[in-house]
């Protein structure tokens, strides 16, 4: 079965000071993953996929299929980041592809 | 491109009423999810099409839901009746294959 799990519900940092957000998965097929980004009463935004191995914001994620996990990092959090974050799967069946989210984390940057 | 249209942006409504909540998916993308998010729960999957045919609706809480999509530019979550657990914001989300989702801003609904 397909499934994402984030640890955190809840993750507070002081500014300036490194992030990382935890997300596992698992998933019998070749996986894809991406983080979207929530800021307050917003829409989901992509944020970034694995594939594409880049940068947005200053967040970095590396896909590691040794133990299965697509963690976010961020060395200096600002306080703009403060937002929820969710750690989703595309996975492909018969009828073809779906997205599998975690529960999310919500990031608080504080000053 | 507008992205993910969805309509109305917030909807109060009494309980027992119908509640109708509308999707416009982007142009050219043959994905369409609906997602209810609520504090408790977080983001659910509530039911996904594939070029307008429903593929999952195991999501959908109960026989009160009910969701459509006539043609490739359209979608509607219906509830019908309205219960105050029903009140979520919900997400309408489209993608192309082997592309990310792209979502709209919501529906927030009330219902009292």
């Known amino acids: 079965a397909q499934r994402v799990t984030q640890p955190e519900k809840l993750l507070s940092v002081f500014k300036g000071a490194p992030v990382e957000l935890k997300c596992n998965y698992s998933?019998?097929?070749?996986?894809?993953l991406f983080w979207y980004v929530q800021y307050s009463r917003q829409r989901l935004q992509l944020l970034l996929r694995?594939?594409s191995r880049e940068s947005i914001k200053g967040f970095t994620a590396d896909l590691n299929k040794g133990e299965t996990s697509f963690h976010l990092k961020k060395p200096f959090a600002q306080e703009e980041d403060s937002a929820m974050y969710y750690c989703?799967?595309?996975?492909?069946?018969?009828?073809?592809?779906?997205?599998?989210f975690g529960p999310g984390t919500r990031l608080s940057v504080l000053p | 491109d507008a992205g993910v249209i969805q309509s109305p942006r917030h909807e109060v409504t009494e309980m027992g009423q119908e509640v109708t909540l509308r999707c416009k998916p982007i142009?050219?993308?043959?994905?369409l999810f609906w997602y209810r998010q609520t504090m408790m729960r977080g983001l659910e999957l509530l039911i996904y099409?594939?070029?307008?045919?429903?593929?999952?609706d195991s999501g959908m809480p109960e026989d009160r839901f009910s969701a459509k999509m006539p043609n490739a530019s359209f979608s509607t979550l219906k509830i019908q009746p309205s219960e105050p657990r029903d009140s979520a914001v919900y997400f309408c989300?489209?993608?192309?294959?082997?592309?990310?989702?792209?979502f709209g801003n919501g529906t927030r609904l009330t219902v009292t």
């Open positions: 998933y019998s097929g070749s996986p894809e």
């Open positions: 989300a489209s993608s192309p294959t082997g592309s990310p989702l792209h």
């Open positions: 989703a799967l595309r996975a492909f069946d018969n009828y073809g592809q779906n997205f599998v």
């Open positions: 099409f594939n070029n307008n045919v429903p593929i999952d």
């Open positions: 694995h594939i």
């Open positions: 142009s050219g993308h043959d994905y």
